[in-house]
């Protein structure tokens, strides 16, 4: 393998990290978990789509796809659109955004609701410029010189970011693993508590590897099973169900 792409000037080393050369271009602000979303702004139904006026106090998921007209972008479409009441009992708002023209989303749209019988009741926003796309970090060349990958991000209502995910095109997305985190999100928000991998809701959370377990047992009292000195399992309170 030709390593050459990853030669440096000394002064470039930091932390023991190789930048290839090529990448240097690419160094800018990335959305990051924990930052807030970016304010945008695009023509959406004939007005002006402004996402934190829009998104602000409800939690959002947003997620870019490749192009209108493609099977496994229908099937996303179709998997969101039919988790509707799903998303409204968890208070979250579905956002999508593409490179595709208004008149040919429209129309594809159409043809989703058809095939599928499920009504698309959430804005399918078009970026043909590809501008948010980029801030967005949606666009990546390697994979496609212009066409976006398959990005989620699931957004809290304080416009925080609290998680990234990027699938490539060929692809498509589970949508009950979005459904799984944005339940671990509310589950654990605030509280002192984390979910473990694979947790589904009903199992038992854990207490946060922060919180010493003595303030865990006087938190959480009869419902805690310490294993270890980071291991304290709280079991799901039926009561509160
Ligand atoms: C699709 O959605 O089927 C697709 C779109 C672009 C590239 C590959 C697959």
């Known amino acids: 393998m030709d390593l050459s792409i990853f030669g440096h000037r000394d002064d470039e080393i930091l932390a023991g990290i190789d930048v290839p050369r090529g990448y240097e271009a690419h ?9 807030i979303f970016p304010n945008f702004h ?3 139904e004939g007005g002006l789509f402004r996402f934190h006026e829009w998104a602000e106090g409800n939690w959002v998921y947003f997620f870019s796809h490749p192009a209108a007209n493609t099977p496994v972008c229908t099937t996303e479409i179709a998997d969101v659109a039919a988790h509707g009441e799903e998303l409204a009992r968890r208070g979250v708002k579905a956002l999508n955004l ?10 594809w749209i159409a043809d989703i609701e058809q095939m599928f019988g499920v009504k698309v009741d959430f804005p399918l926003l078009s970026d043909p410029t590809g501008k ?3 801030v967005c970090d949606m666009l990546h060349p390697h994979e496609d010189t212009v066409l976006c990958v398959r990005k989620s991000f699931i957004i809290d209502p304080s416009l925080r970011i609290r998680m990234i995910a990027e699938y490539p095109l060929n692809v498509g997305r589970d949508f009950e693993e979005i459904l799984r985190v944005i339940d671990a999100l509310q589950a654990t928000d605030h509280n002192g508590l984390v979910a473990p991998g694979g947790w589904m809701p009903g199992d038992p959370l854990l207490v946060h590897p922060y919180i010493y377990t003595e303030e865990a047992k006087e938190r959480f009292g009869s419902r805690l099973r310490v294993l270890n000195r980071y291991m304290r399992l709280l079991s799901p309170n039926v009561d509160a169900a």
């Open 98 to 107: 593409s490179l595709d023209t208004h008149e040919v989303q429209a129309a």
């Open 27 to 35: 160094l800018r602000w990335l959305p990051r978990l924990g930052d």
């Open 132 to 134: 948010v796309a980029s």
């Open 42 to 44: 695009l023509e959406h």
